[in-house]
């Protein structure tokens, strides 16, 4: 025989669920924002470092190359879905990119900048907190620097000066 269930135990797990259900679904939506945000950072963290390796190698012998290292950025800032609660494209490109530095300086660094949108819930308590700008939006900025030449290069004798290298090689 089964077993039977008594009278004061029906309906019992229809009331655990309707408790148990709304807080996985916020621990959800908590996990969520900070996930989106690393995404962000992440994708916005590799575009800037391949944009410092690009600006690294730029040289005036081929003109002006920063309107191209720049639009190299851009595509790879593509990645991030264009929806505000990943970054606010309001209208045209939002990304505010910054280069600095060539292959004659010591070191280059790309800076990228843009805002999101947080999640609803996670809105107000952003704003408690203070993280969130006038218009509600969370603030995401990513910086890479890296040096121009390896340290070998910038410490042997001869600088950076290739002839200088056959030179002290020759001798």
Known sequence: MGRRIRRTERGQGTVEAAFVIPVLFLALLLLLQPGIILYDRLVMQAAAAEGCRLLATKTGALGDMDAACEAFVRHRLSAVPQHDCFHVHGGGCSWDITLSGDEASDTVSVTIANKLKPLPLLDAGATLLGMTDGA?????????????????VNGAEAGRDPAGWIGAWLS
């Open 136 to 152: 509600g939006r969370l603030p995401l900025e990513v910086t890479a620097s890296l040096p121009t030449q390896p340290d070998w």
